[in-house]
């Protein structure tokens, strides 16, 4: 016999999850949240997962759900609990993620009573949420059940309209909480029936075949993106046709044509091609984009015309010369443009590809030769990885190091560059690890691995897991970018300078710790690293002065 | 030479702030934040501490400001950072205390637009503080100026009124960030003259006077407040004209007639007493209320009138039979009532101290031969405390245990009641030891400890801070209310029984580690503990099941 809260509000609430095709939940303990905790948990169809700190509990949601687009459900008791999930919310709702958060809350009449664990919830998610919902309170006739279960129905359908994103349902649960009755398989689904893609019509078509024979020279710069074969050879298709493609590690598309290093390559230019590389249109679609070199060269010289393609949000004015908004799938209309299109060959991309090309030599050269630093490691790292791996990408350093290496055809690469917090980037990997067959690997630093060590304070660490820590003493990124560093407060204001030993957070949690302080060391402990499917911890020793210098160096060296 | 940024108005905003009388900034390292970051530490005048989790960030600001009742400033970079604000300026508002919150943005014009770190952060902490403002971006000219810093005054006033909370300045920061120009000493002040407490007039005191005499039987019940050596006085100027007066430890008032144990002296009632016990009036006043069973007595058997006075907010229905809303200072009100009243015997008060003085009775002879547990551990604790600390109680088991213990005079009781939350319970203690010269003693659970170990990721950790750590093998406070014990799920979905080692936080933090596992080894560890100012931790292990019998049984043994 399946039990289930004797509250029917929520014991409908678990069903219509279920039967809304939802199978994962991450608990928060608490008491007011217990009817609903009860009552997925003696559901028993569902995966329940119970993580004390609510802020890495969503960072572990964003990553599961980051894996297979599937909302993930995050339960919490009242007060300031759903507060620790805002900034995994955040990053989910730029991402377009699908989560479904359930707030438990007292009943409305004791909210700013001075109740304890009382606060007032309703728009605390707002900004990041597709829809906020309040259910109603206890319905106790036909008409109130009828209008819960709609809602509940609707929050769900809501987690992937118009675009996938979290959702907020709060509820309020009145005392006592934690009465059991026989679940009854009674439950009232309504199905949603969407059109996702809608085609472009063939006049739209036209009409930008036309508009591109006045843009030859066409670079497609691509954001973050999931793997997408279908598209992979749409982007071949209009490489052949000319076109620049250009995007980045987290787009997750490659090709022989397709620059995927994109400030390596802008790093590579020399003065005298400037007038030849010059677009006449870029295209953009996908999300967020890292390089903030190819931002500054188009911001600063904008090409004639820039077209961003979003079936949501296409007003992405990256250049501040946005001329077409165009609202439509872009995998389709990138398709039917493609189809329209005539082979030919192309000076511009032959330009592009040449300099591509020079950086990757250089690129190999230098590596070759260069001394022991975060670069060096970088490059060390990233040769070992798995083919199959699965790679979480930590803000900020990490990130960046990586744009500039070569990737293999099936490593997929993530990132939380939504809004790009340092904040919940080990809990997104143990997320994604508890999913994933393949190995996890999260490639961070000392600062945010530290930031996030609530990631590991869990009965249920997954396996397959890889911490690969590049130690260089602080906040590195302040090093690589400019501005902090000449302002006579880098260690104190921006690195942080402090002692963060990955060592000690991974004895904190019990996983077995690996280090290296050399070329030869990392060589062997990425070995051991990668010999089993054990959850560890990698720690890498840079020289946090030398870093910087054998990073300006190396862009130096990609011109020569 | 000072120096500041070379943005006008980031150089305005610090020395606003610093002629308002602001000299606390903590910060959290980030880029966009750098023009205020260098500008508040080449000031001069303020105590800039670096902090790299904003979560404990807040929380210490939390902890400095409930110290001082000044408001910290809190500074922190564009993105999800000051989301993680959220939880410490959620239980700032619900405890008046004043913050002045600074999170960097991006310029509008890139806000929504793919770019990296930047969100949607107007509204994000809306319902928890008196004012946000959006800062104008860069004014150019002498009325975008002015306009300016009027608002920053503005908002500095506004942490103040129209009582003691947060406030959101949002910052539009244009890049290049870094560049510092030689400090201008002219400024704009904005003295904000304000009466603070409007007298109560003669006419409403007759009309309460004649209503008390109506309502012999009256209960006065306190909740949170700071210590106020004349409101003490006026309390036990009232007691001695009948009244009950009944608070708790966190009122930080005490007297001899004064009952600051409700819960202990409520679980001492006969059945035979009830009917002498009942008031006719409460009156109740002060921030949150920790005792439950005060809330049910009341709630289930209502008195016939209840009033609450607030100068602010004084709709507090704490039994739902609220008949006055008394909208004035609760001091100012208590103290013209006080001399209003003559002295008189009561013995509705003589009941009640009877009672309060078995259960003083009780609790001493049920100690004498309790054994091994939380409440005897505790019962140790309080007894060897410095007889001037300030006591920062964790949520939940540890603020609730010590409310069934007697205080010291001169000791200080805090705990964020505010919204309840488990979240910051470390950082908030770490904030109060960086101001207070007396020790700051923080009571807390293994789970509270465990959730907030990022207090102790910071270069400055202050002296004097004594973390004493009941490590009862999870979330105890479940099995000490009803409910969740008996659900089959105790240990997976509330307690989240785990090794939760203090040993390691500490060792991850480089802090001195004591324990303790029976009466003779606290005894002498708690003397260890006391003998200087140094910042440890002392872990003192209880067992888990025995934990909640030994409660019971004290509980039955104060009616004996």
Redesign the interface.
Known sequence: MVKTSDKASVAALVSICYGQGLRRVI?S???RN?PL??SF?EHGGFDVQ?I????AAAFMALGMSQFDKVPTILLCTS???V??Y??AV??A??QRIPLLVISADRPK?WV?????????Q???L???VNKEIDLPQEPSDEIGKRFHDRLVNEAIAACQYPVPAPVHLNVHLTE???G?TEANAEVRLIEEILVKKCLPDESLIKELLSDLKDHPRVILLM?MHSPDQALEKTLNGLSSKGWVIMNESSSNLRGDKIISCIDRCLEAIKTENEELLKPDLIISFG????S?KIKQRFRKDPPKAHWHIDAH?PH???F?CLNKAIRVDPSLLLAALNEGLHEMKSEFQDHWLEISDRSIKNHFAFLEVASWSDMKAYSQILDALPSQARIQMAN?AAVRYVQLYDHLRNQEFYAN?????I?GCNSTAVGMAHLSKEPVVLLTGD?AF??D??AF???QIPRGLKCIVVNNGG?G??RI?P??S??G?LE?????A?EN?AE??A??SGLPYLSAKNEVELESSLKELFADDATMVLEIFTPREENEKVLAAYFKALTS
């Open positions: 608990i303990p608490g008491s217990g905790s009860l948990k119970v004390p700190d609510e802020r007060g300031s609990a507060l620790n805002a900034p955040a990053e709702f730029y009449e700013d009573q001075l109740e304890g664990q009382t606060m007032l309703n728009g605390v707002k900004n990041f006592p909480l934690y059991l954001g999300g967020p984009l890292v903030k949000q992405i004015d990256m501040q900020s560059r939504g809004v790009s917090g904040d600062m530290r930031y060590v609530n304070w869990s009965n906040g990124i302040f970018i501005g902090p000449a302002s407060h104190e204001l921006f690195e942080a402090m030993s000690k957070v004895s904190l």
